[in-house]
């Protein structure tokens, strides 16, 4: 047995029989990331036996938009149909959207769908909560440190945000900042 099946039999057991949440979370966590075939189960089975307590669902939300999976910004996307899930939650919000982008390897797709997810949230979140929109904006704080291609995909979505109609001055601020004004003003015409 190596390492890592020591360590996600581990895992199993504290799924069967946890001693604490933070090694049911953590054993979840580990499913997850191993790509193990049960983990959609193992997720589902989570929600079903703490869907009455808030805290325990944000954390569940947060699993679901950390998880390093190929199809991630489709199924982040799917979630926010979820029926406990409401773009009017800020907390939800955070853990859902916050967790996705702290998701390095889906967040920063090459072909730039997790910025077009992020960039459609925080349009939808601005006319609902201009400072929630705003704070999900900052995740593109770091697009200079990109490559060439995924700078000028995050730089094409923030200015589809500066676009927006009705845009708060939370989010224009943040997106106008990060983009940089002697840029904004020197690509603008």
Not at 37 to 42: M, R, T, Y
């Amino acid at each position: 047995m190596t390492d890592r099946d020591g360590a996600l039999e581990v895992a199993r057991t504290d799924l069967r029989a946890p001693h604490s949440m933070t090694a049911e979370i953590g054993a979840l966590s580990a499913i997850l990331f191993a790509e193990l075939p049960e983990a959609e189960a193992e997720l589902q089975s989570f929600y079903d036996r703490h869907s009455k307590e808030h805290l325990l669902v944000d954390k569940w939300f947060a699993l679901h938009g950390a998880w390093p999976r190929a199809d991630a910004v489709i199924h982040v996307e799917a979630m926010l149909r979820h029926a406990d899930f409401r773009l009017t939650t800020p907390n939800r919000v955070y853990a859902l959207i916050g967790s996705f982008t702290g998701n390095l390897a889906s967040f920063h797709r090459a072909d730039g769908d997790g910025y077009r997810f992020l960039a459609d949230t925080v349009i939808a979140l601005n006319a609902i909560n201009p400072q929630v929109a705003g704070r999900m904006a900052t995740a593109f704080r770091s697009w200079q440190q990109y490559d060439g291609k995924r700078q000028k995909v995050a730089d094409k979505h923030m200015r589809r945000i500066l676009a927006a109609p009705q845009l708060s001055s939370d989010v224009y601020e943040i997106i106008s900042r990060t983009l940089g004004t002697s840029r904004l003003g020197a690509t603008a015409a």
